[in-house]
């Protein structure tokens, strides 16, 4: 077998190794160490590998803690010792940054940090029966594969929740329909935690009746959604408390479905915001944005500060929410949601919703490009707050902010939301350079 020796991490957690000119990610390396592998693909200028043996182990390896993680394509990084994953997330943004968008933030501002294990509150679990590999899977999907892991524990899962998965396997392998369940979705409230079984044919009675069984036993709440996220009704309890999540710093509670986008790390949650806080440094009589604002996240403490807050969102559900949170705590008054398509912002869109002293931006993976490239004249805050979810997209979007539109990148750096996993969170301020 081909041995290399590791120069660094990929964006994906892989090991990168340069070996007769050609580029080699290799799974399970570390930067440091000398590895022999396995080639998975080939292509011209690179090749995917596996690690299959380690010469000289990195100090910062760490025994994986799940039993499934070779397997397992939710986690990547769990061979790797968690305050280095967030250094490497760190240089990851910062090598973002610079070639794509040929940037460097005036200030690196520290990782946020959580808890390693048990954070994960939201998770989507796959359900197939497959009779030729010993019946019912109920998992995370297999490392480059449809195939689900037939999933045990989960060491990023509550303990609570992973413990009872033995269970929850038992349980779907009993009901009519085994093979018409594709996913379980689950959502871990304050104090509720609720199940979303996608049934695509009713259930029997008899599955209710196991269904309502389990969910008694478990102390949870069962839900099925025959259709679409919005088609999620309750099963057992019929009229249950809701899911909520709470941000004491800022004295608000938000309510939320078990469908709804919410932030998986609840820990990280609170400090992201905090930080965000600090940054746009919200102030009586201004007038903020929270562009892709979901159910209120961030606008919710903003207005909390004392500003107007106007929040602008896709999906016409979410506004809702967010203005039911609002009125909840109080902050009716000084908030206003609406549904706008934001992928297709224009400088007229943007324009429309008044005159803003400071942006937030938190957009899907694909960024925000149209939203950077519709500001104008008219449209000119004098601080933005940019939470990202892909170091690409952000990086793309930051140089579109300097080079055209006169704004400074005073800093940046990650929060580790997804531990144990490539996923790099990151958060970057810009200020006007006409008006800082």
């Known amino acids: 077998m081909p041995v290399a020796s590791i120069e660094s991490l990929d964006h994906e957690g892989r090991g990168v190794a340069h070996v007769d000119g050609k580029a080699v990610f290799v799974d399970g390396a570390l930067p440091g160490e000398e590895v022999e592998y396995t080639v998975l693909r080939e292509r011209p200028s690179y090749a995917q590998a596996t690690v299959e043996r380690i010469f000289r182990p990195s100090a910062q390896r760490v025994a994986p803690r799940c039993r499934h993680y070779r397997t397992c394509g939710g986690c990547s990084m769990q061979h790797l010792d968690a305050v280095a994953q967030a250094a490497a997330k760190q240089r990851i943004l910062e090598d973002a940054l610079w070639h794509i968008g040929k940037l460097r933030p005036a200030i ?10 048990g954070y994960r509150d939201r998770a989507r679990l796959g359900v197939r029966l ?8 109920v998992g995370f999907h297999e490392r480059r594969s449809s195939y689900i892991v037939d999933m045990r524990e989960c060491p990023v899962l509550p303990p609570r929740i992973s413990a009872l998965l033995p269970r929850l396997r038992e349980l779907i392998a009993g009901l ?14 304050d104090a509720v935690t609720v199940f979303v ?17 389990f969910a008694e036993a478990e102390g949870i ?8 996220p919005d088609s999620a009704i309750p099963l057992h309890p019929a009229d249950g408390p809701g899911l909520t999540y709470t941000l004491p710093e800022f004295d608000v509670k938000m309510d939320f479905r078990p469908t709804d986008f919410t932030q998986v790390n609840v820990h990280i949650n609170r ?5 965000s806080m600090q940054l746009l440094d919200p102030q009586p009589g201004e007038r903020i944005a929270d562009l892709f604002c979901g159910l209120g996240n961030f606008s919710l403490p903003i207005a909390r500060r004392g500003a107007r807050l106007v929040g602008v969102e896709g999906s016409d559900a979410l506004v809702a929410r967010a203005l039911d949170n609002a009125r909840r705590n109080g902050l009716g008054q000084l908030t206003e949601f609406h549904a706008a398509n934001l992928f297709e912002a224009t400088e007229d869109s943007l324009a429309a919703l008044g005159p803003l002293d400071k942006l937030l931006i938190d957009p899907p993976r694909e960024g925000a490009i149209a939203v950077v490239k519709a500001l104008g004249p008219q449209q000119r805050p004098v601080r933005i707050v940019y939470v990202s979810c892909n170091p690409a997209t952000l990086a793309r979007d930051a140089a579109v902010l300097v080079r055209e539109k006169g704004y400074a990148l005073r800093g940046a750096g990650i929060a580790n939301m997804f531990p144990q996993t490539s996923h790099v969170e990151s958060i ?8 800082s």
């Open 176 to 189: 009519s329909i085994p093979d018409r369940l594709p996913q379980v979705e689950i959502a871990v409230g």
């Open 197 to 213: 079984f996608r049934n695509l044919l009713p259930f029997s009675r008899a599955d209710e009746t196991r269904l309502a069984a």
């Open 130 to 137: 497959v009779p030729s590999k010993g019946g019912l899977r």
């Open 108 to 117: 690196l501002y520290p990782a946020i940090h959580g808890p390693a294990w």
């Open 221 to 228: 709440q069962v839900w099925q959604q025959p259709g679409g």
């Open 428 to 435: 970057a301020l810009f200020e006007h350079s006409g008006r």
């Open 271 to 275: 400090v992201l915001i905090r930080r």
